[in-house]
């Protein structure tokens, strides 16, 4: 009975049917959603908020009291300290959830359970252009730090971090490098089409000491059998040693996707368009690109010094015309 269903029920058959494994056909997604498990745990979330009410009737007004709700929600690692030090929910966070309860009436509403989306005509609930975006790149000396600690049982984080900072990739594309995506001949990587965001191969040069770094991994993995189809790094995640490394440092700020943000302004630094930078992080859209370019202090001042030698430029020209001026009005 479409009157009587209930968020529970529609949370269960949207789990059912769309957070499902994707499926390949080659390097074309014919099914499924990447990254399920993730949205899995946000529909949890709403599920726990909304499961005995009726879709029928949720109104706009019961989306913004759950909006204010995980607003003022502090985040698990801080719910157990004292109220004074706890950190709320970020906005992006609760867009994320939104966007996914957005989703769902979709469904419901093209599936004939409900006449309309609480969604429907309302005011922009889904603000992005609000969120905070991350804004924190990584210096030399901050970059010298984290490698000089990365020793011992963090040996490992070395080439890790380095490769991140020198190619801009993402950690999942890192973490599924395999030897034969590697020609450390000719300095390429080839990062596999299945493994990207965007599902598009793309290819990105090596640095002469990540060459060198990998070149070690190298000599070492070709002592086992099958070598080129095992993992690069072996690891499928550092978060928890990263963790540790950059709190050691002094540095606990900075997240392991900043040395992507740290690469891109980088390479713009350097001189690369933002059309370069973006076929390099793997981009398809320019405005995507321009959220990972950061401005440094740096920056700030070269834009000074250049208005400053382009005053100076000025000058003589504004002196040649105040003299012959001033010759015109003495005539």
Sequence with gaps: DRAQMTFAQLADYYKEKYLIEPVYAGDRK???LRGAYKYKILLETLKDYFGTKKIRSITHGDIESFRLKRLTTPTKHTQEKPKEEQKSLSLATVNRELSLLRRMFAIAHREGWINKTPFFASDKIISIADEKKRERILTKDEEKLLLENCAGSRTHLKPIIICAVDTG?????????????????????????????????????LTTRLNLLLGELFLVAQRNKNYLESLVFGLKSVHTSFAGLRKDCGLADVRFHDLRHTAATRLIQQGLSIQEVGRILGHTQANTTYRYINLTLDTVRRAASALDAFHEETKPQEKEQEEAKEKEYIS
């Design 30 to 32: 014919i099914t499924g």
């Design 169 to 205: 990739m993402r950690a999942g594309e890192i973490f599924s490098l395999t030897w034969k995506d590697i020609d450390l001949e000719k300095g390429i990587i080839t990062i596999a089409a299945l493994n990207t965001k965007t599902l598009q191969l793309r290819q990105i040069a």
